[in-house]
């Protein structure tokens, strides 16, 4: 819940509550007999009781409808999730497959020029000892 919707929440119980004690209150000051007053009060009382209904109402129905946005959004960040990590582990393995490559090569040349370099080192102790 944001501050804002805090804010709201507490502003609309603040009015109701203030509302139904103002009317109980100027209730209580009319010049009216006591059967008339009683039965003004629980008018007073139902249209409370209906107006805190319709304020649950509303709130339940705000409720649910963030509850179900936040599944939705939840979800597509699931999802996108889900296929970045896929293109990652995609060019991972590109990656990886090229530097394999690529030490294949190297330890070809490698193995070349150490038989090229024997080879060079034979001949010369060859020539050597001939001479």
């Not at 007053?37 to 649950?56: G, M």
Request: no cysteine; glycine share 8%.
């Amino acid at each position: 819940m944001t501050k804002n919707e805090g804010m709201l929440k507490g502003l609309v119980i603040g009015l109701l509550a203030g509302g139904a004690i103002g009317a109980v209150v100027a209730l209580l000051y009319a010049p009216k007999s006591g059967r008339e007053l009683r039965a003004d009060l629980k008018e007073k009382a139902d249209e409370f009781r209906d107006d805190a209904e319709e304020y649950l109402t509303v709130a339940r129905t705000k409720a649910g409808d963030m509850v179900s946005e936040a599944k939705k959004r939840s979800e597509s960040l699931i999802t996108d999730a889900k296929r970045k990590a896929d293109t990652l582990l995609v060019d991972a393995e590109k990656v990886l497959t090229d530097a394999r490559s690529k030490t294949g090569s190297v330890a070809e040349e490698a193995s070349r020029v150490k038989h090229a370099m024997k080879a060079g080192m034979d001949a010369y102790k060859e020539e050597r000892r001939r001479s």
